[in-house]
C-alpha cells in the first residue's frame, strides 16, 4: 500500500483480526457510537460508528490547502446570505419546480419583508472534496459540496496523534456557538432562546406538515440566533454552487482579493445548468452522450440523493424537454484514486476494500451587524467508502469514519 500501511500487515489475518477487535473496544470506550438501524430511534441498543482499520494516506499539500480555504469559504457562504439580489437570480428556476426550495425560499422573503429581528449571524460549515485524478497523473483538490446545515461528525473526528494531523472540530465548533451566546447577552430568567442549531430541516421529510413550516418561521422570525438562519440555509443548495461556477460571479464577492476567487474556483469541478434555454440543451445533450462522467444532482441533502450512470440518462430522457429539470444541476464526476483498506462496519465481512475518500474541512464564523467576530477553520473530517457505491453516508450504512495519514 504506497505511502500508507505495508502489504505484509494488510495481509497478516491473524494480525488484523486483532487489531479489529482492539480498535472496535476503542471505539466503544471513546463513545464513537451510533444507534443501530433495527431500533434508530432508541439508546438501549448502540454500536460502534463505523470506521476504517487504518488512517488512509492523503498528499499533504490538498489536504492543507482544504484547510487554508475554509475561512474564504465561510466569508463567501456569509456575503450570500445577505446579498437577496443575488440568491433571487440564483434560485428564480429552481423555485419555480422545486417545491420545497420555493417554500424556503417563501420563508426567506417573508423574513426581508418582516426585518431580520437578530443582527447576530453563527455559521458552522463543512466543505467537502475528493481529489480528482486528472489525464495528466496529477491530482488536484475538487469540492463536491458545501453543507450550511446540520455540518455532521465534528464530534465523532476528534483524535491526538503524532502521525495524524491534530483534529478536534468539535471544540471550535461550540466555541462559535459559545460566542453567539456570549453576544446574544441575555440576562432573562432562563426561559429565553439564545441559540437554535438545526440538526433537521434540509429535506422535505422533516415538514410533514404545515405545523412544521409554521415552527421554521416562528424560529426564523424569533430572536434567537438561527444556525443557520434561511439565507445561509438557501445559501447552500446546489443550484447557487452551479451559478457560483460561472465567470465573474466569485469576483462580485471578493472585489478587492481576486487571488482568493482564484484559488476558490481552483476547487470547482465542472458544473453545468439545465435551465431552459441552449445553455440548459447543451448540458442535457452532454450528459446523455457520456453520462458516466457526470453526477445528476437535485436540490437536495443528506446523501443518497444523487443520480449517476445510466440513470442520468433514465432520468433526463423523461424530462429533457420539460421545465422540471431546472430541479437538477450537472457536475463533473470527480474521479479519485483508490485506495486499500479494512472497512469496519457492523454485521459486514471483515474483507480488504477499494476505497474512495472524501476530505470535509469545518468551518465557523460569527458576525454581528457587519462585524465579523470570528472565522476560523476548526478541523477536518475524513470519510471513506467502498469504491462499488456512488453515493451514502456513515449514518446510512455506506461510508465510514477515516483518518488522514500525511504524505
Not at 444507534?35 to 492543507?64: C, G, H
Not at 419583508?113 to 497523473?137: A, F, H, P, T, W
Not at 440543451?281 to 437535485?298: E, H, S, W
Request: hydrophobic share 40%; proline share 5%.
Amino acid at each position: 500500500m504506497a505511502q500508507g500501511i505495508p502489504d505484509d500487515v494488510m495481509m497478516n489475518a491473524a494480525l488484523i483480526k486483532d487489531l479489529v477487535d482492539v480498535a472496535k473496544d476503542a471505539a466503544l470506550q471513546q463513545g464513537v457510537l451510533m444507534r443501530i438501524q433495527e431500533t434508530p430511534n432508541s439508546s438501549e441498543m448502540v454500536t460502534y460508528t463505523s470506521f476504517t482499520l487504518f488512517p488512509t494516506p492523503v498528499p499533504k499539500a490538498p489536504f492543507l490547502q482544504a484547510l487554508a480555504l475554509q475561512t474564504h469559504y465561510n466569508t463567501l457562504v456569509d456575503k450570500i446570505s445577505q446579498d437577496p439580489d443575488f440568491l433571487q437570480d440564483a434560485l428564480a428556476s429552481t423555485i419555480a419546480v422545486d417545491d420545497f426550495t420555493a417554500r424556503l425560499f417563501r420563508i426567506h422573503q417573508q423574513i426581508l419583508k418582516e426585518g431580520r429581528s437578530q443582527s447576530i449571524v453563527l455559521g458552522l460549515n463543512r466543505s467537502d472534496y475528493m481529489l480528482d485524478q486528472g489525464e495528466d497523473g496529477k491530482s488536484s483538490l475538487k469540492q463536491i459540496e458545501i453543507n450550511t446545515f446540520a455540518a455532521s461528525f465534528g464530534v465523532r473526528s476528534q483524535l491526538d496523534s503524532q502521525r495524524i494531523p491534530d483534529n478536534n472540530p468539535a471544540a471550535g465548533l461550540a466555541g462559535a456557538v459559545a460566542k453567539a451566546w456570549e453576544l446574544y447577552g441575555s440576562e432573562s430568567d432562563g426561559l429565553e432562546v439564545a441559540v437554535v442549531y438545526f440538526r433537521n430541516g434540509y429535506m422535505p421529510q422533516n415538514y410533514v406538515s404545515e405545523q412544521y413550516w409554521d415552527a421554521r418561521l416562528l424560529m426564523e422570525r424569533s430572536m434567537a440566533v438561527k444556525c443557520p438562519d434561511i439565507s445561509t440555509h438557501l445559501a447552500g443548495t446546489k443550484k447557487v454552487q452551479q451559478v457560483l461556477a460561472k465567470p465573474g460571479v466569485l469576483e462580485k464577492f471578493f472585489p478587492d482579493q481576486p487571488q482568493v476567487a482564484e484559488q476558490i474556483r481552483a476547487t470547482f469541478a465542472g458544473l453545468y445548468t439545465l435551465d431552459m434555454g441552449p445553455d440548459g440543451d447543451k448540458t442535457v445533450a452532454m450528459a446523455l452522450a457520456a453520462p458516466d462522467r457526470f453526477v445528476l444532482k437535485p436540490q437536495r441533502e443528506g446523501g443518497g440523493n444523487n443520480i449517476y450512470g445510466s440513470e442520468i440518462c433514465e432520468v433526463l430522457e423523461g424530462m429533457k424537454e420539460g421545465t422540471e429539470r431546472m430541479a437538477y444541476i450537472l457536475m463533473d464526476k470527480i474521479l479519485p484514486t483508490p485506495s486499500k483498506n479494512y472497512l469496519l462496519i457492523r454485521d459486514a465481512p471483515l474483507q480488504i476494500s477499494n476505497c474512495l475518500s472524501e476530505l470535509g474541512a469545518f468551518g465557523a464564523y460569527v458576525r454581528r451587524g457587519k462585524d465579523t467576530v470570528m472565522n476560523e477553520c476548526v478541523g477536518h473530517l475524513l470519510r471513506t467508502k467502498g469504491s462499488e457505491h456512488s453515493d451514502g453516508g456513515v449514518a446510512a450504512g455506506v461510508a465510514v469514519l477515516d483518518n488522514p495519514l500525511l504524505f
